[in-house]
């Protein structure tokens, strides 16, 4: 504190000890704004904070003793936040700053030039400022810049969760190593972690600072990533027959803390139509950047076909959050009732390219934050009873992602399109089909038939809290099936409701899809009951 504020403060001190219980007045000479407190102590305090201000050359002006109160007139002079500055020569040749300027604020242009240095590296960089002199009741000042030592990031340290893949590590590694220590990095950082699939940060990122080295600290934990997705679903089959359809869904992931996951899935539809599907992911083979994907998938329609798919695949991780991967196609159909004359048996062998992204999210209820994946086959296909050889071309593109409006409101985009390019014309047995409560809602699962089809949706959600949402979504679609020459246009309407339960989060919903000019059939609603359990 100023010399010159704690005389005033001394001389004050004396008068308020001879009147403790009269009010003090603290008029500014200047501005004549006053401040009225109770006790000699809250004056002290006032005249105190003047320093706090930047008024570090207040002064008494006079003191006058009223019949009930103490008027106290004070100057604060000039305002060292106001300030004539002068940059020093690193400064003027760093930032291109002009010799001198002039600045109403010069706490906020301190905090400025730190910042700029703290983006370069210089964590301990120290901001001077140097008084020169007061001209026309302004003060100049020379700011300068102690930078001290570039901090780069030097390695990571896990803490917590510690037997996570090698892989993990070398990956963070090999994209922060040697970067610029700065809020943008570990911003980063926190933003890569935040949305991994397998484990989740318990607090941010944490810096040890040595002489020579920037270490951080991560500290995890293993989320639980295991689950049992099972749902129920109530309708009318083509007859218009009630019936039930359902799913199960187990997917047993990272059990052996290398980010691997076995999942099993079986689903009936209405139709009498069954799906099994095997998957096997082994994300970081013998230590590296390549992981191994295989899948099995079973479709059998009552006792007319049956259809079997072997797709082997290899990949490369091109972030925590993108993978390219290269795969085989090896499919085989036969027909089960030679009476059914729509299918035909066929073998297909192929190659095929595709691409994910996946990004997690904060919000436990959103099982992804934006999830986008595209594919590309080459087949080879071969019909056996007419020894017909033909080429063709597999596409399919979905993506999806949570868009925060505000508060608790969301909106949910998802689309989904795919394409079976051929020159032959198509049996039934190898269409695609959708619909269904993860497709085109409103329908029965698996009962639209198709070699192309697009949908997209949207889905407001609002949030009660962070274990229940009311969702309303509308989805419109397109398809075509060049064997039955149709290519009908789709709608599908409804609403939701999403909770978690101690044994999950459970989901409610009822939907309604048709074809555009076909009459509403309140006979048509879908009702879809089912349940995520993660452990």
């Not at 290899?314 to 993978?323: A, R, V």
């Not at 009702?527 to 359990?533: E, K, L, N």
């Amino acid at each position: 504190m100023p010399k010159s504020l704690l005389y005033i403060i001394a001389i004050f001190w004396t008068v308020f000890l001879q009147a403790q219980q009269r009010d003090f007045w603290l008029i500014d000479k200047d501005t004549q704004t006053k401040n009225i407190v109770k006790d000699s102590a809250a004056a002290v305090k006032f005249l105190d904070s003047l320093a706090q201000t930047s008024y570090f050359f207040a002064k008494l002006h006079s003191v006058e003793n009223k019949d009930q109160h103490t008027e106290i007139y004070y100057d604060k002079g000039p305002n060292f936040n106001q300030a004539q500055v002068k940059f020093s020569d690193s400064l003027q040749k760093e930032f291109n700053y002009p010799k001198e300027i002039y600045v109403k604020n010069l706490d906020s242009l301190k905090l400025k030039i730190n910042q700029r240095y703290r983006d370069k590296g210089f964590a301990f960089n120290r901001v001077r400022t140097k008084f020169i002199e007061i001209k026309n009741d302004k003060p100049t000042i020379e700011i300068s810049v102690v930078p001290a030592q570039q901090r780069r990031i030097n390695s990571f340290v896990v803490r917590g969760y510690e037997r996570v893949p090698k892989r993990f590590v070398k990956n963070l590694e090999k994209a922060y190593l040697g970067k610029v220590y700065d809020d943008k990095n570990l911003v980063a950082i926190n933003k890569d972690l935040q949305g991994h699939t397998f484990v989740s940060l318990e607090k941010p990122p944490q810096t040890l600072f040595t002489k020579d080295s920037t270490q951080i600290y991560l500290f995890l934990q293993k989320k639980r990533v295991n689950n049992f997705d099972g749902m129920l679903g109530f309708g009318n089959d083509k007859t218009e027959k009630f019936t039930f359809n359902g799913t199960i869904n187990i997917a047993l992931r990272n059990m052996f803390n290398g980010f691997e996951s076995i999942s099993l899935y079986w689903q009936r539809n209405p139709d009498k139509g069954q799906t099994f599907d095997l998957q096997t992911d082994i994300p970081y083979t013998f230590k590296s950047n390549v992981g191994v994907n295989v899948g099995v998938n079973i479709y059998r329609q009552d006792s007319t076909f049956a259809t079997v798919k072997f797709r082997p695949a290899l990949y490369l991780h091109l972030s925590q959050n993108q993978k390219i991967g290269l795969r085989g196609i090896f499919e085989s159909s036969a027909v089960l009732d030679s009476l059914y004359t729509q299918a035909q048996d066929f073998t297909k062998k192929g190659i095929g390219v595709w691409y994910q992204y996946q990004s997690g999210s904060d919000i436990p209820l959103f099982i992804y934050n934006t999830n986008i994946r595209a594919e590309v086959d080459f087949i080879k296909s071969n019909y056996d009873k007419t020894n017909l050889s033909v080429n063709q071309m597999r596409y399919f593109v979905s993506g999806e992602h949570n868009f925060h409006l505000k508060g608790n409101h969301y909106l949910n985009l998802r689309g989904e399109s795919a394409l079976l390019s051929a020159k032959n014309d198509l049996s039934v047995n190898e269409l695609f089909r959708f619909g269904g409560w993860n497709s085109m809602r409103g329908f029965n699962e698996l009962s639209l038939v198709s070699d192309f089809y697009a949908f997209g949706g949207a889905e407001y959600r609002y949030l009660v809290n962070d274990q229940a949402f009311f969702d309303v979504f509308a989805q419109y679609g397109t398809m075509s099936n060049k064997s039955l020459n149709a290519s009908p246009s789709l709608y599908s309407l409804g609403l939701g409701f999403n909770f978690f339960l101690p044994v999950g989060l459970m989901s409610f919903q009822i939907s309604n899809g048709n074809q555009f000019g076909n009459p509403f059939k309140f006979s048509e609603t879908k009702i879809h009951w089912g349940i995520v359990s993660r452990f």
